[in-house]
């Protein structure tokens, strides 16, 4: 190393010595927003992740069983000192009340289990010597069952991809082939596909809606504009629980607007408008709205009037200086603002809850259900996991599409 | 001779006219007009630079010949017949934007080309006429760059190829140099003017940098008040103007209070604050009352040993001196209070300091006598 570049270390390393309070400064500034997120942000999604993948029942209530079913064919029934295995697990388990976690476990993927293992521990309880087989096999037919026991030996390992294949409407076989789930049980891929829908339609009448709006207010004199604004905002000031509310004042049977229809004689009978998907899109539309106005407008305010009035003086009428000049210019703010009301219409959920019918329920309000009622924790983050990764896909592809540039949030 | 009341319409030959203005009137709210009575004849294959201050009504009047706003009285005709109800698309007008207004999703090429959809020009006639517009400004190579690549002075040339690409006969610029920098901004003038002078067209440009307009144009319209105070070619408007406010606006100007005593040999004699006589120039009639003299700085020399007959001799205090190079400015208070600069070159200076006593001259032709 010359002289030279010794000399032009020193100086890099003067001049970060230098900035380092400054440096240090910023990040203090930062932290308490850093540590926030960490624990309000990062911290759940992977408690979301791990959730959604973890597997611990059977590995915790039945580690001697699946020590024992370590060297099993697969295909047969087990032989016995497999069975007296099972019974030490299921002894201890009906110590700790662990049995019922396992059973509720092995029921989501053989209906009937949870039954079958309360008696089974029940009856190990009490059994003192062997054989086990026997008795385990007279108590129910599934124990000589192979594939009961492959689900048993698959769910030995800590990690399990039930919960998203479930999400997903896919299944395990028990030779470990994936496969569509039967009919009845397939319902979370519509519920996804409606989810899309829902969240697409809002995303477009919001678009049809707030487009018009976000051009008048650009326009519009400074008195005008700031009234406008302030209605644009008002939703916004209101609690989500508030309006939902609102429109199921408004959209039941005897409400306004049927009483309105009425009166027109645009209708001879009142329409159902609460607890369909209309009920749902018009509420989710109207309270999405501002997110969808907001960016197209701050990027039209952006645009000036002077590229309007020239391409009128270079010839073009005045839709044609619109269509060919104004409206490509507001893309990125087209793009955000519905990218914004899509992802958060994906989200959904009280506003479905109260005015959708039972058809138009959305993925979010499936994982209220599985961590509310049904205590399904894992099949919850396995579908909050597919929204999430439906949720980034879009993002990226829009990304791709029109470019990170061409999307102005602010 | 040069008065404002010269500006009439009289004094062009209507069928020079390519545009009229005939007693046009703008106001926004009912009340108060930003242009009040504007008659105006913009002839034929001529540069005619609106001149002045912001919130003169210049840019106004521009956007009505444009056809962005509509006069509230009056007529403007293009060509003889009135346009002030045609849409801004059917004029055939090219206009220069303050920003360019270059179109940011197209590339140079496309930008300049758009006119030309509108006109039917497509396909291989319409990339030969973009390559010769854009040939004229020099840009041929930059067809494909999008407007935000390019330089300011670039931009600027290509909005000036957009604008002349369908030969509109006339060219309209709202002051289309005033985001260059200075010495880009003089390069753009003699580059617009040389434009103007060999395609023969006409340019209506406006600006509040007098020295552009002075540059660039072949007459000047300075706008004050909604009211144009005087139009004239550039050295009238220098040498004679018409106005206190021209004689101010236009370049630098010593404006000092007089009474108007009487006239002799062509000649207006005038007692300045301190009680002396002076000889000035004359347009105006009049015979009494508060006047005033307006002399440029360059105009004030040292004064020599003896009078001269036809200077006005005058002594003072300096106030304070500026060395400039090639020239020195003296702040000198005379005629009982009033201030006066000088400017007289260097090298024939003899060392002043501020508290000496200084005899200047200034020709009596070069003293314009001017309504208060």
Request: charged residues 20%; proline residues 5%.
């Amino acid at each position: 190393m010359s002289a030279v570049d010794i000399d032009r270390i020193n100086v890099f390393m003067a001049v970060r010595k230098a900035e380092r309070p400054a440096r240090r400064a910023a990040f203090s500034l930062a932290l308490p927003l850093i540590a926030f997120l960490v624990v309000a942000f990062v911290a759940p999604i992977l408690y979301l992740l791990v959730t959604a993948f973890g597997n611990p029942e059977t590995r915790e209530v039945l580690p001697r069983t699946l020590v024992a079913l370590e060297n099993w064919d697969g295909t047969s029934t087990p032989e016995e000192p497999v069975y007296a295995a099972l019974a030490a697990d299921l002894k201890i388990a009906k110590d700790n009340s662990t049995a019922a976690l396992l059973g509720k476990r092995l029921n989501y993927e053989i209906s009937g289990m949870r039954s079958r293992v309360l008696s089974a521990a029940r009856m190990a309880d009490k059994l003192e010597t062997g054989p086990y087989k026997e008795k385990f096999i007279g108590l129910h037919q599934d124990w000589a069952s192979p594939d009961v026991w492959s689900v048993i030996k698959r769910n030995g390992a800590s990690f399990t991809p039930y919960y998203l294949l479930t999400a997903l409407d896919l299944q395990q076989a028990p030779d470990g082939s994936l496969e569509r789930t039967a009919g009845d049980q397939a319902i979370f891929l519509d519920v996804l596909g409606r989810t899309l829908f829902v969240a697409g339609l809002v995303t477009l009448f919001t678009l049809l809606l707030g487009y018009p709006v976000a051009y008048v207010l650009t326009i519009a004199p400074k008195a005008v504009a700031g009234i406008m604004m302030l209605m644009v905002l008002l939703p916004l000031w209101t609690s989500l629980l508030v309006r939902t509310t609102a429109w199921v004042v408004l959209l039941q049977s005897d409400g306004i607007i049927n009483d309105l229809l009425m009166a027109l004689h645009l209708t001879s009978e009142k329409i159902q408008l609460i607890f369909t998907r209309i009920g749902t899109v018009t509420a989710m539309t109207h309270i999405q709205l501002p997110f969808t106005i907001l960016p197209i407008y701050s990027v039209m305010r952006s645009i000036p009037t002077t590229q309007l009035r020239a391409a009128r003086s270079l010839g073009a009428g005045p839709s044609s200086a619109f269509w060919r000049v104004y409206a490509p210019q507001t893309l990125p703010g087209v793009v955000a603002g519905c990218l914004m009301t899509f992802i958060l219409s994906l989200g959904y959920y009280i506003t479905p809850a109260l005015v959708g019918g039972p058809r138009d329920q959305m993925v979010s309000n499936f994982i209220s259900v599985y961590i509310n009622r049904d205590l399904n924790w894992g099949l919850a983050a396995g579908l909050g996991v597919v929204l999430l990764g439906v949720t980034l896909a879009i993002y990226l592809l829009f990304l791709r599409l029109v470019g990170a540039d061409k999307i102005k949030l602010g | 001779m040069n008065f404002s009341q010269r500006v009439s319409v009289a004094a062009d030959r209507p069928v020079d006219a390519l545009v009229r203005f005939e007693d046009v009137k703008k106001s926004y709210d009912g009340i108060n007009f930003v242009v009040k009575d504007l008659n105006l004849n913009v002839r034929r294959g001529e540069f005619l630079t609106m001149l002045g201050p912001s919130g003169s009504g210049k840019t106004t009047t521009l956007m009505m010949l444009g056809g962005f706003e509509r006069p509230t009285l009056g007529h403007i005709l293009l060509d003889g017949k009135p346009v002030e109800r045609l849409p801004p698309e059917k004029r055939n007008i090219g206009f220069v934007f303050q920003n360019y207004a270059l179109f940011p999703h197209m590339t140079v090429a496309e930008n300049v080309a758009f006119p030309l959809r509108y006109r039917g020009i497509t396909g291989v006639a319409a990339k030969d006429k973009v390559r010769e517009a854009l040939g004229r400004v020099s840009l041929e190579a930059l067809g494909d760059r999008r407007p935000a690549q390019l330089s300011g002075g670039q931009q600027q040339r290509v909005a000036l190829a957009r604008a002349l690409v369908f030969e509109p006969s006339l060219v309209l610029m709202d002051e289309p140099l005033g985001a260059l920098d200075k010495q880009l901004r003089e390069r753009m003038q003699i580059e617009i003017k040389q434009l103007q002078t060999s395609l023969g067209i006409t340019m209506v440009y406006v600006t509040h940098d007098q020295s552009e307009a002075l540059t660039m144009s072949d007459r000047i319209a300075v706008f004050h008040d909604g009211r144009i105070q005087q139009l004239a070619d550039p050295e009238t408007l220098y040498n004679e103007p018409s106005n206190r406010f021209v004689a101010s606006f236009i370049g630098e100007n010593n404006t000092l209070p007089c009474t108007l005593l009487g006239r002799e040999g062509g000649m207006a004699v005038v007692r300045m604050g301190d009680g002396s006589k002076f000889k000035a120039a004359a347009d105006i009639s009049g015979t009494g009352g508060d006047m005033s003299v307006s002399v440029r700085p360059e105009n004030i020399g040292l004064a020599g040993q003896d009078g001269r007959p036809d200077f006005n001799r005058f002594g003072g205090k300096v106030r304070d001196v500026f060395f400039l190079g090639d020239h020195m400015r003296l702040s000198v208070e005379a005629f009982g209070g009033e201030f006066v600069t000088a400017r007289i070159p260097a090298r024939r200076l003899r060392p002043f300091a501020p508290g000496d006593d200084v005899a200047l001259e200034c020709n009596v032709a070069e003293c314009r006598l001017l309504e208060a």
